[in-house]
């Protein structure tokens, strides 16, 4: 028995199949690589000598499992027979994958048994599991063939199934007696049960903060405990603290992006822009709204009156006005990164593929605990801000599929328009904030002028910003201005920035938007401009 398919010899690798023998019996079995210097003393990292590819370890830290009480009955179901088929579905925001893992060892560890997961073939896995009473999972994500179904038809080895969305056979529930159990995203208080569990170290106010900004899963957890504690060690210092955690969760989360999808670490912050108190309010308001909603929703049950998770915003104004901005300074007020969706790339002309863009994206910023921007978002649009019909349905599909999964994501996501008021009130109100950008106004403008020019640039002080700020441009514009009139300046090796080399930024500018700029309009420098031919 020892020498059989089943055996920990043969499981774990130690002893290999040479060829195909027609029976087990007559099975030639070959030692595999290295255990033969192994054995002849010769050295060898026991750890990868031998390994058991279906073997699911047990964790480290058992960390709290939401549902435990569900997982619980289940497992003993599991084991006492009434149950052989348990599916675990886990519905969006589903967080990151190895959730999954947490919640399958979990009802492993209450039905008593080994978990072993589906390595390749189902029947030698069926077959292994049942010698050594394991229960087996299955993931089935990626729908299963139809052999899958055949052999856990016959078999009556303990299965456990898992998914984002539930996959149920007739066939297969009709032959098992099956159990199954939703499991929505931890809550807040499981969240920080699970980070003090992880870093036991920290003090409390800040193990709630990281609970309101992540939902991170077991494995995550213990990844970036392992991360801030070899910070810690290599710092001298004893405990991971707080400024060993955040660098250790931007190690574990960040830098996954590609294809419309970009991820951008916030730079600037609020000192940076410039808007009317109402809109400067409203954008601090969302980055505390964002800390305080998991608080409030679940200690205070408000999240029971409402299927809004989450926080979602909707930037709306002229370009240039500082949305995209925006959305990176609240992104950087709350600690954490940001997801950008262009939609105008994503939004395809094949049926299907923007959906399918979409919910990359969504996944990618729940699994990454980032801030999602769909940026861009009026290419969801009509001409006149109706969310589109008729003729144009697809478009009309992939705006039904954004709004739906809004509501199911608990993030904070924010999207930005150029269209002003007339958006579809059934979109509007889907959003906690709606936020206009106005254009921007003398006083507006004159803050946005000093703040183009770093402290470091040399400018000549003929500069005159009051002349400037009469001057009706975006901070978009400003911007753009200021770094022309530097380019003029180095280029003509000047040793300064001076009003002319501004008012060549100014007239490119003006140029670029297809707009006029009348001498007049600069006041007393008008006669610069005459030199300017753009
Ligand atoms: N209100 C503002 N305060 C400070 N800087 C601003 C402001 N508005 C624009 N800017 C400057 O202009 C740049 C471009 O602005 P931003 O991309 O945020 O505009 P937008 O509203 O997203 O425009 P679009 O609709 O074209 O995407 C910013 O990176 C910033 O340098
Ligand atoms: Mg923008």
Known sequence: RALGPAGPLRRFGLLRPSGDAPLDLDQELVLGPGVFEFLLGWGGD????GHDPGEVAAPRVVLPVLSSDGLTRLGRALASG????????????????????????????AAGKPLRRL??????DLRIAAAVDAVLWIPVDDVPDETLVAALVRSRVPVCLTGLKPWRPASLLAARSYGEL???SPDFQDRRAMWSAALPGLAGPLLEDLAVRYRMS???????????????????????????????????????????????????????????????????????????????????GFARRSAHGGVKALFTGEPGTGKTMSAEIVTGMLGLELLKVDLAQVVSKWVGETEKNMETAFRRAEESHAVLLFDEADA????????????????????GYLLQRLEASDGLIILTSNLKENIDPAFTRRFHFVVHFPRPGAAERRRLWRLAFPPEAPLAADVDFDVLARLDMTGAGITAAARTAALAAADATAASIGMRHVVRGVARQFHREARLLRPAELGPFAHLLDSEAP
């Open 218 to 300: 077991g494995g995550e957890l213990r990844a970036v405990a392992s991360v801030a504690g070899a910070g810690a060690r290599l710092a001298g210092d004893g405990q991971p603290v707080a400024e060993h955690v955040e660098p250790a969760i931007a190690t574990v989360t960040r830098g996954r992006s590609g294809g419309a999808v970009q991820a951008i670490l916030p730079r600037r912050g609020l000192d940076d822009l410039v808007l009317p108190g109402p809109q400067l309010t409203q954008i601090m308001e969302i980055a505390s709204a964002f800390r305080a909603w998991p608080r409030i929703a679940e200690t205070w």
């Open 82 to 109: 009434d149950v052989d088929l348990a599916g675990l579905w886990f519905p969006p925001p589903a967080g990151p994958p190895d959730g999954q893992l947490d919640a399958v060892r979990a009802l492993a560890q």
């Open 46 to 49: 026991v750890g990868l000598l």
């Open 182 to 184: 939703t499991i929505p």
């Open 119 to 124: 390595t390749s073939a189902v029947e030698d």
């Open 380 to 399: 969801l649009f009509g001409k006149r801000g109706e969310v589109r019909h008729g003729t144009d349905r697809y478009a009309n599909l992939e705006v």
